[in-house]
T-cell receptor, first 111, second 116 residues
Framework: QKEVEQDPGPLSVPEGAIVSLNCTYS??????FMWYRQYSRKGPELLMY????GNKEDGRFTAQVDKSSKYISLFIRDSQPSDSATYLC???????????FGGGTRVLVKP | GAVVSQHPSRVICKSGTSVKIECRSL??????MFWYRQFPKQSLMLMAT?????????EQGVEKDKFLINHASLTLSTLTVTSAHPEDSSFYIC????????????FGQGTRLTVV
């Protein structure tokens, strides 16, 4: 079993819809949680970075962390075709700085 | 966010030759840089952790003699793929992290290597 599970998709939504992405993890030692967006043939771009359980909002993006359930989510409001990309969750333990990635979810926002 | 510059973005080389990929942290000092490999439609696979002034730490199954990593300064790490073979063709990505343990990692643009 992988340490971080993420549905590969693809997830297809109409423009303007809310995109809901999530990851589950098995290791309770993970303390820092990140979401990255990756366009084809490009490096990942950091979208959200959270530490504690709860919600964090940045523009159209909301990240949720539920450490008791080992479950994290990313919501994208008012989705645009330019949001079409692969979204990767990543997490890190308190000690050390190695990231563990989910497999990524491909998202397609149709105009 | 911080800027990490990776060059080249694309390279084609002949089998048996070596290719060097550079990763520069432009606006902060990176004591640690990471090198990843990514196959099509798959996630990032960590190859090695590069520490400034010391030897890199390689993940299990990664040949250190084939993938040479040098981190000579706080802003530059290089990955050299030696004696490249077609199976080394892949997307290579670096990331760097600042000096404080709780900072996020920023990624370079990636390098698409094709070995013919």
């Amino acid at each position: 079993q992988k340490e971080v599970e993420q549905d590969p998709g693809p997830l297809s939504v109409p423009e303007g819809a809310i995109v809901s992405l999530n990851c589950t993890y098995s290791n309770s030692a993970f303390q820092y949680f990140m979401w990255y967006r990756q366009y084809s043939r490009k490096g990942p771009e950091l979208l959200m970075y959270t530490y504690s359980s709860g919600n964090k909002e940045d523009g159209r993006f909301t990240a949720q962390v539920d450490k008791s359930s080992k479950y994290i989510s990313l919501f994208i409001r008012d989705s645009q075709p330019s949001d079409s990309a692969t979204y990767l969750c990543a997490m890190r333990k308190a000690a050390g700085n190695k990231l563990t990635f989910g497999g990524g979810t491909r998202v397609l926002v149709k105009p | 966010g911080a800027v990490v510059s990776q060059h080249p973005s694309r390279v084609i080389c002949k089998s048996g030759t070596s290719v060097k990929i550079e990763c520069r942290s432009l606006d902060f000092q990176a004591t640690t840089m990471f090198w990843y490999r990514q196959f099509p439609k798959q996630s990032l696979m960590l190859m090695a952790t590069s520490n400034e002034g010391s030897k890199a730490t390689y993940e299990q199954g990664v040949e250190k003699d084939k993938f040479l990593i040098n981190h000579a300064s706080l802003t530059l790490s290089t990955l050299t793929v030696t004696s490249a073979h077609p199976e080394d063709s892949s997307f290579y990505i670096c990331s760097s992290q600042g000096n404080l343990g709780d900072t996020e990692a920023f990624f370079g643009q990636g390098t698409r290597l094709t070995v013919v």
